[in-house]
């Protein structure tokens, strides 16, 4: 990404991914559990508040970048001159900066976006902006049902902040043949595939490349990300809803849900899984 720079003000400290908490057990004992933090996360593009999300304070950078890709703020990582992060007393914001062209097509949008942890949608302009289709996908790799149940295992093997706290969600890119998977993990679903989108941007993935593997059901919002940084591939633990089957259809992607062990089931394309 030329030129893009990440910036961190330490003012105010920011708050960890997760904390320890006073509880009260069934048996009447008084411990500490850790627990996921979330707080306010605005995103502020070029001095604009564009959206409010409740988030678990960590890869924020990743998740300013993932958000303009798969909302379709920017074309490239490339557009983007810096994101600084900025924690308050009311939350963190996230001030990211575009370069001129990305910025005048920003402001001819007008988009407003509020979105709480439990939703992708809130707050668009209009019925046509929810059914938004951004490309369709060509889709290069397949994978075999034993590298299924991989990622599925390596999705779970590999999120650190929920095996402490079991309250958030993971997304993370599997690639056939390599060891490593990329993951990134958060209280919304929605932020989590953000932030792997930025991270695969960050790093120089390119989304044809591998699937994406999910902890949770596949909504409408989840295929349209997905298909917005090119991946051809989802895999999730659990089911799709009907729009999201049918979007995924339309942009070429295969989507794989109910995931466990051996078992899975396709609901579109199924070209994607190789016997």
Do not use: Y
């Amino acid at each position: 990404m030329h030129g893009f720079r990440s910036t961190r003000h330490d003012r105010i400290p920011t708050p960890t991914a997760s904390i320890r908490m006073p509880r009260l057990t069934s048996h009447g004992t008084q411990d500490q559990r850790v627990v996921a933090e979330e707080c306010p996360v605005a995103l502020v593009f070029d001095g604009t508040t564009m959206a409010v999300l409740m988030a678990t304070p960590s890869d924020l950078t990743d998740l300013a970048l993932g958000f303009c890709l798969t909302e379709g703020l920017v074309e490239d990582a490339g557009e983007i001159e810096e994101v600084s992060v900025v924690p308050g007393a009311d939350g963190i914001e996230l001030r990211t900066w575009l370069r001129p062209r990305a910025g005048r097509l920003l402001k001819d949008r007008r988009r407003r976006l509020v979105g709480p942890t439990g939703c992708g949608l809130c707050g668009i302009e209009s019925l046509a902006e929810a059914n938004r289709m951004k490309r369709t996908v060509v889709r290069r790799i397949s994978l075999t049902p034993d590298q299924i149940r991989i990622s599925i295992e390596r999705l779970g093997a590999a999120q650190i902040l929920n095996h402490a706290t079991r309250a958030t969600h993971a997304a993370g890119f599997f690639r056939p043949g390599q060891d490593d998977m990329i993951l990134r993990e958060d209280v919304g679903r929605h932020n989590a595939l953000d932030k792997l989108a930025g991270a695969l941007a960050s790093q120089g993935v390119l989304g044809h490349t591998g699937a994406v593997a999910l902890t949770s059901r596949i909504s409408v919002e989840l295929v349209q990300k997905a298909a917005a940084i090119g991946v051809g591939i989802v895999v999730a633990v659990s089911a799709p809803t009907a729009l999201a089957i049918r979007t995924a259809e339309a942009s070429g992607l295969t989507l794989i849900g109910i995931a466990r062990g051996s078992d899975f089931e396709i609901f579109s394309h199924p070209a994607g899984v190789c016997r």
